[in-house]
């Protein structure tokens, strides 16, 4: 009779900082759940690496993978740890470096299993999202894989500065400053008909639209559009140099993503120590003010 096989493939889409220790502990899961099902097996791993130039190698020792130099050109971008058995139960875990050019894929992390129990599969697919978890690193970046998504980006500020820029105008060319004269002069009987009040406001309006400043439409949108893209560019510039999302941290690589960690930390205390301060000396300014 033919075997029904079990299958569970689930992918996920956010970073990951996946270490040294957090690497031999996807092995370890792996190797204790097969054995699970399987108390004596004839077990094999293979792992399958693409680094940053292209190349992929595959070999069946761990510790030939930590070896790596992992840095520059040989910086690892993919990663796959695959473990089964004679029989073929099989789990295999997968990570991409979505941000490097030679990556092509929709996930930064999957995994598949198989097997001919179905109970083993679910409890095996757990154990490893919890895992996958305890390695997570959240999306906080304004990168994207596509040049639309960045394009995206740099669009929002230039639709809401044009929104700005016609509420400005508006506002501007309905100012009544007019009215209060004419008002008076209609009261006082100058105003001797309908037609001559309808061409009183007209050339009133008209010439109070001439005399605008162009200043006064453009001003304060031209600060938001300035200050926004000011903005955007150094979120961008922090999430680029600072928080990268997809990490394989051995090698000479760990020596890199540990100075990025301690540089983005001491950037976030200097800003956030800089507004306690702005907010505080405000309030003291105020409280100043009001007591004199």
């Known amino acids: 009779m033919n075997q029904l096989y079990v299958q569970a493939n689930k992918s996920f889409n956010h970073g990951f900082i996946l270490t040294e220790s957090e690497l031999r502990r996807f092995n370890d899961l792996i190797r204790e759940q097969i054995k699970k099902i399987n108390p004596e097996p004839k077990l094999e791993f293979n792992y399958f690496i693409q680094f940053q130039n292209g190349v992929v190698a595959e070999t069946d020792k761990i510790d030939s993978v930590l070896e790596q130099e992992n840095e520059g050109s040989k910086q690892i971008n993919s990663l796959e740890i695959l473990g089964k058995d004679e029989v073929e139960n099989t789990i295999s875990v997968e990570f991409f470096n979505k941000d490097s050019d030679n990556i092509q894929s929709d996930y930064s992390i999957k995994y598949k299993i198989r097997s001919t129990d179905r109970d083993w599969v679910f409890v095996t697919s757990s154990q490893l999202e919890e895992r996958i978890q305890k390695i997570k690193r959240s999306n906080f970046s304004l990168k994207g894989s596509k040049s639309t998504s960045r394009l995206f980006t740099?669009?929002?500020?230039?639709?809401?500065?044009?929104?700005?820029?016609?509420?400005?105008?508006?506002?501007?060319?309905?100012?009544?400053?007019?009215?209060?004269?004419?008002?008076?002069?209609?009261?006082?009987?100058?105003?001797?008909?309908?037609?001559?009040?309808?061409?009183?406001?007209?050339?009133?309006?008209?010439?109070?639209?001439?005399?605008?400043?162009?200043?006064?439409?453009?001003?304060?949108?031209?600060?938001?559009?300035?200050?926004?893209?000011?903005?955007?560019?150094?979120?961008?510039?922090?999430?680029?140099?600072?928080?990268?999302?997809?990490?394989?941290?051995?090698?000479?690589?760990?020596?890199?993503?540990?100075?990025?960690?301690?540089?983005?930390?001491?950037?976030?205390?200097?800003?956030?120590?800089?507004?306690?301060?702005?907010?505080?000396?405000?309030?003291?300014?105020?409280?100043?003010?009001?007591?004199?």
């Open 154 to 292: 740099l669009i929002i500020p230039l639709i809401v500065t044009l929104v700005l820029m016609f509420t400005t105008l508006g506002s501007v060319t309905k100012r009544d400053d007019y009215l209060p004269e004419i008002k008076t002069m209609y009261e006082q009987g100058k105003i001797k008909n309908t037609d001559e009040l309808i061409f009183l406001l007209e050339e009133a309006k008209n010439r109070q639209i001439s005399e605008l400043n162009i200043l006064d439409i453009f001003y304060y949108p031209g600060i938001i559009l300035i200050g926004l893209v000011l903005l955007l560019m150094a979120m961008y510039l922090y999430t680029w140099k600072l928080y990268p999302l997809y990490n394989f941290c051995w090698g000479d690589y760990l020596e890199a993503f540990k100075k990025k960690e301690t540089a983005r930390k001491t950037f976030n205390t200097v800003v956030i120590i800089g507004l306690v301060v702005s907010v505080l000396g405000g309030v003291i300014a105020n409280l100043f003010n009001i007591s004199i």
